[in-house]
């Protein structure tokens, strides 16, 4: 099957970066978007920022300005620039890739942002 594999999570201080990855592997044909979703104990999962084949994008209110998403189409991988990074940003980050009909998911990365 497809699978996603995100890497690039792990602990980090407030003000500081990292920068998440996630590649696509396995039987796919083509992968319209790809995003980033983060979700925390007792929290709905949340967009944190998604990027079109085409490179349009969009983010989610709490991070734009800090965030930026982007991806190698020819690799069918999806990157996260996290700058500026919060406590508040602390969370399980999610790869989510869509090529229709079918939407695949990573497994999710640990973000631990200390203050």
């Known amino acids: 099957q497809v699978q996603l594999v995100e890497s690039g999570g792990g602990l980090v201080q407030a003000g500081g970066s990292l920068r998440l990855s996630c590649a696509a592997s396995?039987?796919?044909?083509?992968?319209?978007?790809m995003g980033w979703y983060r979700q925390s104990p007792g929290k709905q999962r949340e967009l944190v920022a998604a990027?079109?084949?085409?490179?349009?994008?969009d983010y989610g209110d709490s991070v734009k300005g800090r965030f930026t998403v982007s991806r190698d189409n020819a690799k069918n991988t999806a990157f996260l620039q996290m700058d500026n990074l919060k406590p508040e940003d602390t969370s399980v980050y999610y790869c989510?890739?869509?090529?229709?009909?079918?939407?695949?998911w990573g497994r999710g990365t640990q973000v631990t942002v200390s203050s």
């Open positions: 989510s890739a869509r090529s229709i009909p079918r939407i695949y």
């Open positions: 396995g039987k796919i044909f083509s992968i319209n978007l």
């Open positions: 990027i079109t084949s085409s490179g349009s994008t």
